[in-house]
């Protein structure tokens, strides 16, 4: 929990110390009333005593009271502040480090839990430090100061005090040893309400399309019951908790009343005085002694959440990113456009069995090299080892003669233009969505942006969008069909004007004559680029200048579309699947 304070700036630290003096401040004013409240009680008492001595001590009441009024307001503010900023810090931080993370990393944590730990946990110790750092600094302050104002007052009064504090402590310590180990079941619950809530929302189309409504609904109700059942335990304990402390702090002022009636009417004249002037500062400051125990009462119900909140962000922050940035950052190469596979093999790390084994080939700048195969045969786990989604298991993967392990990873996504298999669009317009990251850093010209969507045949459908370039785009592209969020991210990577082009079968969601045109005018696009095409159709990748056919993760064939029809039967195969023997013949 602690280990979050590191995060702290100078200026936090400065805000910290400023809180702490007038929180020091703020108690010394609070424990000086009683002080006065006994004054007055004695001048009330005492012959020959003058309204204006007792207006007086009444009126340093005031002050005090004021005094203590404006601290708990600039340390209140000063607390705000400081959580505030650092739940944007540790926001950004974990946002930061999110985005460092290879796909080894995302499949470890469930995007939902991701969510919540940047929401929620965030949240929970936003509230710890807003609320719980004055307490916690004003707690034990105030109860060490107050119990050494009524030591030497009375035995009896010191025994009652100590017994009401023992009974809230075994209060609070047996609510936390209950409550406690359920706070991170709560935040694991919230992830699942978030996972399932997701799911719900990206899949909406196929849950209508098969009635399976009323199936969501009780897998939501589910998760949400349990959340809800575990919140509700947890808040009736923690319910006992306040009245349990009314009754002690009643008792302890009844107690002290009882024992103080004893104790004035066994006393001579003289001592009456002093002992009713006494009860009333006991009491006074035994209810201080109680308030610093509430606190500390109020911190035990805030901290081991936060706890728990703070150890899931923890194991984000301090989780081990496997995709190690290098140091090369150079834009001139003696070789351009080149990628080579060095007997590459791949296996997930939580996998046992090769899903790549010894694959080796090279293609050359202005080269198309197209890979093909059947299903889980290994097509787009191989092209995404070129930017680094993932390493190499075994051997190494060069591009433009230096191994991507040694490049930094901006240098090296700026010599690539990635299409994915499943196109993103981001919330925005057109223009901002095909000119994203643009040389890694600016946005692409409007000129440069219209002929990359021309040359991904998005032209027309464009020009018929409301605003045309400066369309909207929703989120995730839902008001675009699949075909144009494909063309859109192909103009993407074409707008950056990379060395080298990778298109995980980017293609299979456009129509057969938008297909061949696109691919046209890419290569005339294109021809100093190197291009790398996974596809399920033969006609994409019937003139590449080398297929690669991979099948079980062993590539079985390279070469070009006629070499490969004679000397690879897996070759053959798939493409008497998709074309008659006349149309292979004339192709």
């Known amino acids: 929990m602690f280990k ?53 001590q009444g009126g340093y009441m005031l002050l005090c009271a004021l005094g203590s009024l404006i601290s708990a307001i600039i340390v209140g503010f000063l607390t705000s502040r400081l959580s505030a900023n650092f739940s944007l810090n540790l926001r950004s931080r974990i946002f930061r480090k999110v985005g460092k993370f290879g796909m080894e990393e995302i499949k470890k ?38 119990v050494s104002k009524i030591l030497n007052k009375n035995l009896e009064w010191s025994m009652l005090t100590g017994a009401c504090v023992v009974i809230l402590l075994l209060t609070v310590i047996t609510l936390l040893i209950i409550v406690f180990p359920r706070f991170e079941k709560v935040q694991k619950l919230i992830d699942k309400v978030n996972g399932v809530t997701r799911e719900n929302l990206t899949g909406i189309r196929v849950i209508r399309a098969f009635n399976a409504e009323k199936y969501q609904q009780n897998r939501f109700e589910n998760v949400n ?12 304990c923690f319910a006992i908790l306040n009245p349990i402390m009314n009754l002690v702090m009643h008792s302890l002022t009844l107690g002290i009343y009882i024992i ?49 909140s703070a150890r899931r962000i923890n194991e984000v922050l301090d989780s ?5 940035d290098g140091k090369i950052d150079v834009k001139n190469t003696k070789e351009k456009g080149t990628v080579e596979f060095k007997n590459v093999s791949f296996k997930y790390p939580d996998s046992e069995e090769y899903l790549l084994k010894d694959i080796s080939f090279k293609v050359e ?13 290994g097509k787009s786990t191989l092209i995404n080892l070129v930017p680094r989604f993932y390493d190499a298991t075994e051997g190494e993967i060069l ?18 233009g990635y299409v994915p298999q499943k196109a993103v669009m981001f919330t925005g317009t057109v223009k901002s969505n095909v000119g994203y990251g643009y040389n890694g850093k600016k946005q692409a010209s409007i000129k440069k942006i219209k002929e990359a969507i021309e040359v991904a045949q998005g032209t027309d459908f464009v020009t018929k969008m409301d605003k045309t370039y400066d369309a909207h785009i929703a989120r995730g592209g839902t008001n675009v069909s699949g075909g144009q969020k494909q063309r859109l991210a192909i103009a993407r990577a074409i707008a950056r004007d990379p060395e080298i082009y990778i298109f995980d079968d980017s293609f299979s969601a456009l129509d057969y004559k938008t297909d061949s045109v696109l691919r046209k005018e890419l290569k005339k696009y294109t021809k100093d680029a190197t291009s790398m095409i996974v596809a399920q159709r033969i006609g ?5 200048d080398k297929i690669v056919v991979l099948d079980k993760g062993e590539c079985v064939g390279i070469g070009t579309h006629k070499e490969l029809l004679k000397s690879c039967k897996v070759y053959k195969e798939i493409a008497l699947s998709q074309l008659s023997k006349e149309e292979l013949q004339n192709a």
């Open 4 to 56: 979050m304070f590191k995060n702290f700036t100078k200026k936090d630290w400065l805000m910290v110390l400023f809180s702490f003096t007038l929180i020091v401040v703020q108690v010394w004013l609070d424990l000086k009333l009683p002080d006065y409240m006994s004054s007055i009680t004695t001048l009330i008492q005492t012959d020959g005593s003058s309204m204006s001595d007792i207006l007086l």
């Open 109 to 146: 944590y469930e995007t939902s839990s991701l969510i919540t730990r940047t929401t929620n946990d965030v949240t929970q110790l936003e509230m710890f430090i807003a609320m719980g750092l004055q307490m916690l600094i004003k707690a034990p302050i105030m109860a060490i100061w107050a």
């Open 225 to 236: 019951k349990n959340l809800t059942n575990m919140q509700m335990f947890n808040q009736k």
């Open 260 to 308: 103080g009636a004893v104790l004035i009417s066994n006393a001579g004249m003289f001592d009456k005085i002093n002992l009713f002037s006494n009860m009333i500062v006991f009491t006074s400051y035994g209810m201080q002694v109680i308030a610093a125990f509430l606190m500390l009462a109020m911190i035990f119900m805030i901290l081991p959440r936060a706890q728990v």
């Open 320 to 324: 081990d990113i496997s995709i190690k």
């Open 365 to 377: 700048k202005g080269e198309t090299i197209a890979f093909i195969g059947s299903t889980g045969s």
């Open 399 to 416: 591009v433009d003669g230096i191994n991507v392990k040694d490049y930094t990873l901006e240098s090296l996504n700026n010599k690539i």
């Open 540 to 544: 994409t990748i019937i003139n590449a």
